[in-house]
């Protein structure tokens, strides 16, 4: 049974909308953590555009299960994560135009930036994992610049259209999960997933924990932020 961490995100994007001070993420993240949440997830943008460093520097002081800082692997963010000292960092492509992540990190084709990252974070004692496609060239080059874990992509999986895709995508990130493993990497998956595609990600053992963001945070503008991360345990379970 993987461990669930949950992004609050979106919770920061709907206060930004207004610019006030509600709703809160911190708030959020206690609440998720009240309700069986395993660990909390932030993503701290360049452009700012939901968490703000105030939330960050809060949530390392209140969050007691686990803090996963999300962000690009550039000076100004590392020199952040070093100084505020996250559980742990996940290095994550970042886009000003884009939507949301919207594929794996690199790793390869910026094996500088993000090796000069990985090992700056490390040498700060941060944990590090990557955000990569599950794809064993990015994997074996995430274990060669000395990454501790990795985090597979599941979005081409989530937003497959038919059941051939997605089985065929299940297949690639079951694959790759045996990949990171020869490779002593440890692994966790996140991105799209929901309360209708988790399980076949949740059933595979050696997936040690899920990120997810949004549509927990969709549902507990519903139900509550308590009954939707509950919901999605019993599915992780
Ligand atoms: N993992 C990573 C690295 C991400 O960037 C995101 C999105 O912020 C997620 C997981 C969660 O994705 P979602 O919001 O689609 O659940």
Redo the contacts with the bound molecule.
Sequence with gaps: MPKLNV?V??VATVREARGTNEPDPVLAAFIAELAGAHGI?V?LREDRRHIQDRDLHILRQTVKTKLNM?MAATNEMVTIASQTKPDMV?L?PEKREEL??EGGLDVIGNIKTVSKAVKRLRDAGIFVSL?IDPNSKQIKASKEIGADMV?L?T?LY?NSNSESKRDKELRKIEESVGIALDQELRVTA?????YTNVEPIAWIEEIEEL???????SRSVIVGMEQAVSEMLVLCS
């Design positions: 992004n995100d979106h997830v993503h999300e996940t994550v949301t992540t955000f985090e992509h979005g989530a996140g991105h799209g997933l929901d990120n997810i963001g949004h549509s927990i945070i």
